[in-house]
């Protein structure tokens, strides 16, 4: 039980496109949705936090207006990188919270965007 | 505010041999802790957790004590194999719906 999934795995874009990144949950209703981005060998940075049917909640620094984040239902949320760059290039990975399991996000197996 | 730290890596051991990871926090009152693990290319799995003082996490023969004196929750194995290499991750969350802070990250290499 508690799987997130992502889609797609991979993408390669060219710059100035925009790109849109889905996080799943599949088996279990998620209260809180997490996006996170990860440059190689480091540690994982919080982009956002969401809940189903509200904006999401930006940390300092990340660009709401580049970084679109949908929310729609209890199981999906999406994050669109809008005109992507080559410097937006990243490994993304979303995490996802339900009331069944108290303090504790499952995480997505991750999405590595290149932007060419 | 809250951070965690990790011992630097890359950390690499023979097979069978006994693993500590260093993690010390700083925080203000107790947080849940975490282990994370990562293999290449995929998200994170969680390898254990506690919620309190003293708790002791435990999961695949690794084990991690939350330790309040030394704010400090170092993950052990007594015995690596290979497919233990991965990077791992210490974390702590104060509750749900917030977020939880990372540590650097340590590199495990096990060699046949």
């Known amino acids: 039980g508690a799987v997130v999934s992502q889609h797609p795995s991979w993408v390669i874009c060219k710059s100035g496109t925009s790109v849109k990144i889905e996080c799943r949950s599949l088996d279990f209703q998620a209260t809180t949705m997490f996006w996170y981005r990860q440059f190689p060998k480091q540690s994982l940075m919080l982009m956002a936090t969401s809940n189903e049917g509200s904006k999401a909640t930006y940390e300092q620094g990340v660009e709401k207006d580049k970084f679109l984040i949908n929310h729609a239902s209890l199981t999906l949320s999406t994050l669109t990188v809008t005109s992507a760059h080559p410097e937006d290039s990243s490994f993304y990975i979303c995490?996802?919270?339900?009331?069944?399991?108290?303090?504790?996000?499952?995480f997505g197996p991750g999405t590595r965007l290149t932007v060419l | 505010g809250d951070s965690v730290t990790q011992m630097e890596g890359p950390v690499t051991l023979s097979e069978e041999a006994f693993l500590t990871i260093n993690c010390t926090y700083t925080?203000?009152?107790?947080?849940?802790l975490f282990w994370y693990v990562q293999y290449p290319g995929e998200g994170l799995q969680l390898l254990l957790k506690?919620?309190?003082?003293?708790d002791k996490g435990s999961n695949k023969g690794f084990e991690a004590t939350y330790r309040k004196e030394t704010t400090s929750f170092h993950l052990e194995k007594g015995s690596v194999q290979v497919s233990d290499s991965a990077v791992y991750f210490c974390?702590?969350?104060?509750?749900?719906?917030?977020?939880?802070?990372f540590g650097e990250g340590t590199q495990l290499t096990v060699n046949p």
């Open positions: 506690a919620t309190k003082a003293d």
């Open positions: 925080a203000t009152g107790y947080p849940s």
């Open positions: 974390a702590l969350l104060w509750a749900s719906g917030s977020r939880l802070t």
């Open positions: 995490s996802a919270e339900t009331s069944l399991s108290y303090n504790e996000q499952f």
